[in-house]
């Protein structure tokens, strides 16, 4: 197998299964944003604690407005865990999660950075717009 395809398939195929789930309608592709896609390789006896720590998260997101995070568990194939599709937001948004993750006393800032490390043997994020329809892909590239 080639070093080329091995990479396409490490890192493609997640992307690929992620925004092919999103299954979008045409009210919701011509509504097409930015989003973050994050893939997460955790650490070894970890899982349970990222996810508690993710949905701590995503409940003071919740709170502040912010939309839903989307998640995906890996079932078979490459050797990622999860995989989010979570929204793109603004500094005000930000400030406003972290005020609400401080008022409940959970970490923000740079302690967070660490904390969230302390879970994880890798992750990569990259922004995306979506969902979208091949289509609308190609009406766009015109």
Do not use: C, N
Not at 2 to 29: D, N, Q, V, Y
Not at 96 to 110: E, P, R, S
């Amino acid at each position: 197998m080639s070093r080329t395809f091995r990479l396409a398939a490490t890192f493609g195929a997640p992307l690929l299964l992620a925004f092919a789930a999103l299954a979008p309608t045409p009210a919701r592709a011509q509504d097409s944003g930015t989003v973050l896609v994050a893939i997460y390789r955790i650490a070894p006896g970890k899982h349970l604690d990222f996810l508690r720590w993710q949905a701590a998260r995503d409940a003071a997101a919740a709170e502040a407005g912010v939309g839903a995070t989307q998640w995906y568990a890996h079932v078979d194939g490459d050797s990622w865990d999860f995989v989010s599709i979570a929204p793109v937001t603004t500094q005000a948004q930000d400030e406003k999660v972290q005020g609400i993750l401080a008022g409940k006393h959970l970490t923000t800032g740079y302690k967070a950075s660490l904390e969230f490390r302390s879970f994880i043997s890798s992750h990569t994020d990259t922004y995306a717009r979506g969902p979208t329809t091949a289509a609308a892909l190609v009406d766009a590239g015109k």
